[in-house]
Nanobody, 129 residues
Framework: EVQLQASGGGLEQAGGYLRLSCAAS????????IAWFRQAPGKEREGIASISREDGSTYYADSVKGRFTVSSDNAKNMVYLQMNSLKPEDTAVYYCAAALIVIPGTGSIWRAERYYDYWGQGTEVTVSS
């Protein structure tokens, strides 16, 4: 069974950076998609970045495009979210999630929670102004 564990959250000032890690174990092939979601206080959880385990294709929400980068190391079963130029509105609990299929990057399909079968516990990011 796939298991995910996110880490790397913390307190950072606006303009700073953090790198989140997601340890993803239990995959039996290179198929699948891993995504990062976040939930800010009082808001719904939203998908912000995803990466295909098959070919490394990446997709981003407009709110983080150009600032955040998702990458993976399949050999180490790790997925990373490099977050640069942090803003106070990035404050949220961040989750990594996995689907056993390749979710297309067209439109906003990859941002829908219902396609993801496995979820890690969240890691909290706080950005001060």
């Amino acid at each position: 069974e796939v298991q995910l564990q996110a880490s790397g959250g913390g307190l950072e000032q606006a303009g700073g950076y953090l790198r989140l890690s997601c340890a993803a174990s239990g995959f039996t092939s290179d198929d699948g998609t891993i995504a990062w979601f976040r939930q800010a206080p009082g808001k719904e959880r939203e998908g912000i970045a995803s990466i295909s385990r098959e070919d490394g294709s990446t997709y981003y929400a407009d709110s983080v495009k150009g600032r955040f980068t998702v990458s993976s190391d399949n050999a180490k079963n790790m997925v990373y979210l490099q977050m640069n130029s942090l803003k106070p509105e990035d404050t949220a609990v961040y989750y990594c999630a996995a689907a056993l299929i390749v979710i297309p990057g067209t439109g906003s399909i990859w941002r829908a929670e219902r396609y993801y079968d496995y979820w890690g516990q969240g890691t909290e990011v706080t950005v001060s102004s």
